[in-house]
């Protein structure tokens, strides 16, 4: 299958062309950012994915399917820019893809879209409306471009749309919102607050996303991994230190004395969980996690 | 180094606790096997030497899958959850961890939500109600609710008004409901009336205030009874006016042993009586 990738240089971009060439399938990429060691036969285009020469690779190439990677988070980048890319993005590669006929297009999308709060239940299944427009006004954004690509089910009926909700994930690479936060030696975290964190290998989560592709899925999925652990476990068993922060000094603490710098609406994330069901996209996809959850903070060990 | 503080009779329950463990010590829904040990060893002083209580018809509960315990909610605090939890845990062949179905104003107070949700018991929801008994759990649901515990001390044993969301969901997981009767709560934690402004401070839905001023339970003796299964046959579609009608009879069952647990616990305690006619009571008892 010939498979177009946007955002393709990020970490989890790569992993996935990997998994995509070993496949067999033949990968094209769009990014900003350079990927200077990128596997031969993958066909690189430089460029944003809202600008022209984006639109041609799909004109020229004519992609059977399309991997929907370039989305940017509050932890680098500001609140116009992330709306430019998230939403404006978002829109331009559908239309590319209902306008050349683009048969597959996969969204990869986050669970913390859903939003955590004191009174939503554990194991949020796809039904669940997204509330983090609410709780974390930060991840607005990308609440507004899952919802884009979730209207794309039935706005292009021609073109099958899976978007995929993924757990945070953690792995060598260090990247990812999940990564930022526990980053360093001591991790600040809410007095009295504990909250379940449900996380992923990063080659499992490149893995669901080939699997979503090769399924040729439809509709929304949650993508889980093992076992939700408490951050207090998650802290412990990645070599680092909780240090509890009673909640009405916390935000004053980010981004000094070695803390990470997070965005007020963070701190509700870091009270109550964020937990998905994910078995409906195991069925459907007929995909597990190789990695556990130990496996997987083995390898995100402070050192 | 808390590890040490569990006693020898939890640690004994804990090992043969069904609950599916990770490496961790934590299961699915984030319960941790220290803090049930630490839950269940502080229950433990309150269930055997504070409260004393008596657990009748323990056999009731089913050893293993998915059971539904219902009672009345009794006393200005809930301790009556603490207690069933603890008649669950220590009472039966097999321990059984029971979920509670918390009120939503207890997981915004610091520790309390995340002990809370360390030993299972998870804010109210129907989700977590219809997956913990699709898991095979056993759930603890007062449909009284805090219309149960904010009664006042002159309403005791007066069963408020059911919710009926818990027949719903029993219908639909085909769950078997044993009723319960607990007794006792309302004497430890007499509320004479309700402190609103502070309830509206805290974010509680009621603050109790009983004739001591201070909102601690005394140590009155407790006894829970349970009654035989009750399984109702449906999808949990049915009409308001079927699901109606089988709460009532829950209901009823609960009253019922209501009275057979108060006309025991005069026989064993004939001295209440006494207490009764001084505080001017006596005549309205049987109601």
């Given at each position: 299958?010939?498979?177009?990738?946007?955002?393709?240089?990020?970490?989890?971009?790569r992993?996935?062309?990997?998994?995509?060439?070993?496949?067999?399938?033949?990968?094209?990429?769009?990014?900003r950012?350079?990927?200077?060691?990128?596997?031969?036969?993958?066909?690189?285009?430089r460029t944003?994915?809202?600008?022209?020469?984006?639109?041609?690779?799909?004109?020229?190439?004519?992609?059977?399917?399309?991997?929907?990677l370039?989305?940017?988070?509050?932890?680098?980048?500001?609140?116009?820019?992330?709306?430019?890319?998230?939403?404006?993005?978002?829109?331009?590669?559908?239309?590319?893809?209902?306008?050349?006929?683009?048969?597959?297009?996969v969204?990869?999308?986050?669970?913390?879209?859903?939003?955590?709060?004191?009174?939503?239940?554990?194991?949020?299944?796809e039904?669940?409306?997204?509330?983090?427009?609410?709780?974390?006004?930060?991840?607005?954004?990308?609440?507004?471009?899952?919802?884009?690509?979730?209207?794309?089910?039935?706005?292009?009926?021609?073109?099958?749309?899976?978007?995929?909700?993924?757990?945070?994930?953690?792995?060598?690479?260090?990247?990812?919102?999940?990564?930022?936060?526990?980053?360093?030696?001591r991790?600040?975290?809410?007095?009295?607050?504990?909250?379940?964190?449900?996380?992923?290998?990063?080659?499992?989560a490149?893995?669901?996303?080939?699997?979503?592709?090769?399924?040729?899925?439809?509709?929304?999925?949650?993508?889980?991994?093992?076992?939700?652990?408490?951050?207090?476990?998650?802290?412990?068993?990645?070599?680092?230190?909780?240090?509890?922060?009673?909640?009405?000094?916390?935000?004053?603490?980010?981004?000094r004395?070695?803390?990470?710098?997070?965005?007020?609406?963070?701190?509700?994330h870091?009270?109550?969980?964020?937990?998905?069901?994910?078995?409906?996209?195991?069925?459907?996809?007929?995909?597990?996690?190789?990695?556990?959850e130990?496996?997987?903070?083995?390898?995100?060990?402070?050192? | 180094?808390?590890?040490?503080?569990?006693?020898?009779?939890?640690?004994?329950?804990?090992?043969?606790?069904?609950?599916?463990?990770s490496?961790?010590?934590?299961?699915?829904?984030?319960?941790?096997?220290?803090?049930?040990?630490?839950?269940?060893?502080?229950?433990?002083?309150f269930?055997?030497?504070?409260?004393?209580?008596?657990?009748?018809?323990?056999?009731?509960?089913?050893?293993?899958?998915?059971?539904?315990v219902?009672?009345?909610?009794?006393?200005?605090?809930?301790?009556?959850?603490?207690?069933?939890?603890?008649?669950?845990?220590?009472?039966?062949?097999?321990?059984?961890?029971?979920?509670?179905?918390?009120?939503?104003?207890?997981?915004?107070?610091?520790?309390?939500?995340?002990?809370?949700?360390?030993?299972?018991?998870?804010?109210?929801?129907?989700?977590?109600?219809?997956?913990?008994?699709?898991?095979?759990?056993?759930?603890?649901?007062?449909?009284?609710?805090?219309?149960?515990?904010?009664?006042?001390?002159?309403?005791?044993?007066?069963?408020?008004?059911?919710?009926?969301?818990?027949?719903?969901?029993?219908?639909?997981?085909?769950?078997?409901?044993?009723?319960?009767?607990?007794?006792?709560?309302?004497?430890?934690?007499?509320?004479?009336?309700?402190?609103?402004?502070?309830?509206?401070?805290?974010?509680?839905?009621y603050?109790?205030?009983?004739?001591?001023?201070?909102?601690?339970?005394?140590?009155?003796?407790?006894?829970?009874?349970?009654?035989?299964?009750?399984?109702?046959?449906?999808?949990?579609?049915?009409?308001?006016?079927?699901?109606?009608?089988?709460?009532?009879?829950?209901?009823?069952?609960i009253?019922?042993?209501?009275?057979?647990?108060?006309?025991?616990?005069?026989?064993?305690?004939?001295?209440?009586?006494?207490?009764?006619?001084?505080?001017?009571?006596?005549?309205?008892?049987?109601?």
């Open positions: 299958m010939k498979v177009v990738i946007t955002g393709i240089s990020g970490e989890l971009g992993m996935v062309t990997h998994r995509l060439l070993a496949n067999g399938h033949c990968v094209l990429g769009i990014d950012r350079p990927w200077p060691d990128a596997p031969r036969g993958v066909k690189m285009v944003d994915i809202r600008k022209r020469p984006a639109e041609d690779v799909f004109r020229s190439q004519r992609p059977e399917a399309c991997i929907h370039a989305t940017v988070t509050h932890v680098t980048t500001g609140p116009d820019e992330r709306y430019r890319i998230n939403l404006g993005g978002t829109k331009m590669v559908f239309a590319y893809c209902s306008r050349y006929e683009v048969k597959q297009v969204f990869v999308s986050r669970h913390t879209v859903y939003g955590a709060a004191p009174d939503v239940p554990l194991y949020r299944t039904d669940e409306p997204p509330l983090a427009g609410w709780t974390f006004p930060e991840l607005t954004d990308l609440v507004a471009a899952d919802m884009y690509a979730v209207s794309g089910i039935w706005r292009w009926p021609d073109t099958a749309t899976a978007v995929l909700r993924i757990v945070y994930t953690l792995g060598p690479s260090q990247r990812g919102t999940l990564a930022n936060y526990i980053r360093g030696p991790v600040p975290t809410v007095l009295g607050f504990d909250p379940l964190f449900q996380f992923l290998h990063e080659q499992d490149a893995r669901a996303i080939a699997a979503a592709l090769e399924a040729r899925l439809r509709g929304v999925f949650n993508v889980a991994g093992p076992s939700p652990v408490p951050l207090s476990v998650l802290c412990r068993a990645t070599g680092r230190k909780n240090i509890p922060i009673p909640e009405p000094f916390f935000t004053r603490v980010l981004g004395f070695g803390f990470p710098r997070l965005p007020p609406g963070a701190v509700g870091l009270k109550y969980p964020v937990v998905v069901d994910g078995s409906a996209f195991q069925q459907a996809a007929g995909y597990s996690h190789d990695f556990d130990s496996q997987t903070m083995e390898s995100f060990v402070y050192t | 180094m808390w590890r040490r503080l569990i006693n020898s009779r939890v640690r004994e329950r804990l090992k043969r606790i069904e609950l599916p463990f490496r961790y010590d934590i299961d699915p829904y984030g319960i941790s096997r220290d803090h049930l040990g630490l839950f269940y060893t502080f229950l433990d002083g269930y055997r030497y504070y409260f004393r209580v008596r657990c009748y018809g323990i056999e009731n509960v089913p050893l293993r899958g998915r059971a539904m219902v009672g009345n909610h009794s006393g200005g605090l809930p301790v009556d959850g603490g207690m069933v939890l603890a008649s669950l845990f220590f009472e039966p062949e097999v321990p059984r961890h029971a979920h509670g179905m918390v009120e939503y104003f207890a997981q915004n107070w610091p520790f309390v939500s995340q002990w809370f949700s360390r030993v299972g018991q998870l804010p109210g929801l129907p989700e977590h109600a219809i997956r913990l008994l699709e898991d095979d759990r056993v759930l603890m649901v007062f449909p009284e609710g805090v219309r149960g515990t904010g009664k006042l001390y002159k309403d005791r044993y007066k069963l408020a008004r059911f919710g009926t969301g818990f027949m719903r969901i029993a219908m639909r997981t085909q769950t078997p409901i044993v009723p319960l009767a607990f007794i006792g709560g309302e004497e430890a934690l007499p509320t004479v009336f309700h402190f609103r402004k502070l309830a509206r401070a805290v974010g509680a839905p603050w109790p205030v009983p004739p001591y001023g201070i909102p601690l339970p005394l140590p009155f003796q407790c006894s829970i009874h349970y009654g035989k299964p009750m399984q109702f046959e449906g999808d949990g579609n049915e009409s308001d006016q079927v699901i109606s009608s089988h709460v009532e009879q829950v209901r009823n069952r009253a019922l042993l209501i009275e057979e647990g108060r006309a025991h616990r005069k026989r064993l305690l004939p001295w209440l009586d006494g207490l009764r006619e001084a505080t001017g009571n006596g005549t309205r008892e049987g109601s």
